[in-house]
């Protein structure tokens, strides 16, 4: 079995909104964030994917570690991912826009969540904490 390590963030809007994308050739909405490299802390990896992934300044909003959670990848058959999640509250989503490697992104809502087919870690982890959030 394959392993991967993450960082990934729950991220939401002052509307209580949370975002979540899809890359190129999958089906699946999931968090931004992505692979941790060698040597680098989780949060360095989470500021980097933002502003690769949505050209976002993680430092200039709200981050908190929420935990950790490992479940089977959706896009790699036999791979195990193992995931630093944190919370993103975005004050301002201004220079919100998606890279080459995003093929769509959504803000979803407490009534609309249900439509969309989400990643493992994302339905798991993050959708539970994020249902309970009062905004």
């Given amino acids: 079995m ?8 729950l991220v939401t809007n002052s509307k209580g909104e949370m975002l979540a994308v ?12 992505g692979k941790i490299e060698t ?3 989780p949060i360095v990896t989470l500021q980097r994917e933002f ?3 949505v050209n976002i300044d993680i430092t200039q909003h709200t981050v908190n570690f929420l ?3 490992s479940t089977s990848a959706v896009n790699e058959k036999n791979t195990e991912v193992h995931a630093n999640v944190f919370h993103v509250h975005l004050k301002t989503s201004d220079t919100l826009k998606i890279a080459n490697e995003i093929a769509e992104m959504v803000w979803i809502t407490k009534e609309n969540y249900t439509e969309y087919k989400l990643a493992h870690l994302l339905e798991e982890f993050s959708l539970p904490i994020w249902l309970t959030m009062n905004f």
């Fill in 22 to 33: 899809r890359k190129q050739n999958s089906e699946y909405f999931q968090m931004v964030g």
């Fill in 39 to 41: 040597n680098e802390e």
């Fill in 67 to 69: 935990g950790k959670h």
């Fill in 2 to 9: 394959n392993h991967f390590y993450l960082a990934n963030a």
């Fill in 51 to 53: 502003l690769e992934e």
